[in-house]
């Protein structure tokens, strides 16, 4: 069964590096999301992206994190400043279309540890 | 998107019906129920979705009742790999138009814990 992918499974970084986590979406996936959950809450939405362009996002998606798909395949979040309280697990997810039979597909995520 | 109350945590033996409460006394008409679940430590993974009609799939079945403010999925013959959050989740579904306000909104869920 087809699924998202998401390297790296874990990524220990210092505060204020930059980190790009990747994601590769199920292939005839045209909607794109990224998720966060940090340790003991609720998931998160952050944003979705579709047709080369942001179509939505949080108040938790500010000025340090952007998206991009730059080749077709993979879709990636950058965070520019890393803040401690960016930790949390990331998951990307994807999905074929919208409407009454959308379902989204998950990644295992990212574990970003900011230190 | 409406609000969905939902148990904090349930047990359930295995080889026996799980039966998930949810309720969403506010829904409106447009907005259809979804379930997803989380194993611990993986991303979410969808289960199934209804608007008013009861539906079943490979996973499990899902019971809206007549006057839509609540639903119960059921798993009809849990297994210890059942262990994990449930999610119930109302929203709008605005079409195919790849606008925006779109996403699922995630609240607490129940753990769901399948005991030998």
């Known amino acids: 069964e087809p699924e998202v992918t998401q390297t790296p499974s874990h990524q220990v970084t210092q505060m204020g590096q930059e980190v790009i986590l990747r994601c590769v979406p199920i292939?005839?996936?045209?909607?794109f999301y990224w998720y966060r959950q940090i340790l003991g809450q609720k998931v998160e939405f952050l944003v979705s992206?579709?047709?080369?362009?942001?179509?939505?996002k949080s108040e938790i998606f500010d000025d340090q994190f952007s998206v991009e798909r730059p080749d077709g395949s993979n879709f990636t979040l950058k965070i520019r400043s890393t803040k401690l309280e960016d930790s949390a697990m990331y998951f990307c997810?994807?999905?074929?279309?919208?409407?009454?039979?959308?379902?989204?597909?998950f990644g295992s995520g990212t574990q970003l540890s900011v230190l | 998107d409406a609000k969905t109350t939902q148990p904090p945590s349930m047990d359930c033996a295995e080889g026996r019906a799980a039966n998930l409460p949810c309720n969403h006394s506010?829904?409106?008409?447009?907005?259809?129920v979804y379930w997803y679940r989380q194993i611990h430590s993986q991303g979410p993974q969808y289960i199934i979705h209804?608007?008013?009609n009861n539906e079943t799939n490979e996973m499990a079945s899902l019971i809206i009742t007549e006057d839509r403010k609540s639903s119960t999925l059921i798993l009809p013959h849990a297994t210890l790999r059942d262990t994990a959050v449930y999610y119930c989740?109302?929203?709008?579904?605005?079409?195919?138009?790849?606008?925006?306000?779109?996403?699922?909104?995630f609240g607490k869920g129940t753990l769901l814990t399948v005991n030998p």
């Open positions: 992206f579709y047709n080369n362009e942001i179509s939505e």
């Open positions: 989740i109302v929203r709008v579904l605005d079409g195919d138009s790849g606008g925006s306000n779109y996403k699922l909104t």
């Open positions: 997810a994807s999905s074929h279309r919208r409407g009454t039979n959308e379902k989204l597909f």
């Open positions: 209804g608007l008013k």
């Open positions: 292939s005839n996936h045209l909607y």
């Open positions: 506010t829904i409106s008409g447009n907005e259809y």
